[in-house]
């Protein structure tokens, strides 16, 4: 079992900035592949981007080149930092984790953590 706690959302304005922390309470965290996923209300699940053990990464088109998805395997933690928001990245942001997969499928990932709210106001 891998537990996933999220953390370091909140409320900012747009054109700002936010880091989200995921860490991860098990002994073999780098060999998961880790990603973010969001939700609005009324909304599907959505991909947000996905990184490797070995430091492979793929970022949905909509965050490419605001948000930077990186991972400190002696921390068994990962971080999605989010620069210039705006108030379409408005979500309820989650962690996952997936054993030898990357994609934006969430269906292929094992393990979630609660969430945790981004809201961007404009």
């Known amino acids: 079992q891998v537990q996933l706690v999220e953390s370091g959302g909140g409320l900012v304005q747009a054109g700002g900035s936010l880091r989200l922390s995921c860490a991860a309470s098990t002994r073999t965290f780098s060999r998961y592949s880790m990603a973010w996923f969001r939700q609005a209300p009324g909304k599907e699940r959505e991909f947000v981007a996905a990184?490797?053990?070995?430091?492979?990464?793929i970022h949905a088109d909509s965050v490419k080149g605001r948000f930077t998805l990186s991972r400190d395997n002696a921390k068994n933690t990962v971080y999605l930092q989010m620069n210039s928001l705006k108030p379409e990245d408005t979500s309820v942001y989650y962690c996952?984790?997936?054993?030898?997969?990357?994609?934006?499928?969430?269906?292929?990932?094992?393990?979630w953590g609660q969430g945790t709210q981004v809201t961007v106001s404009s």
């Open positions: 990184i490797t053990w070995s430091g492979a990464k």
């Open positions: 996952a984790a997936a054993d030898t997969y990357l994609g934006s499928n969430f269906r292929a990932y094992d393990y």
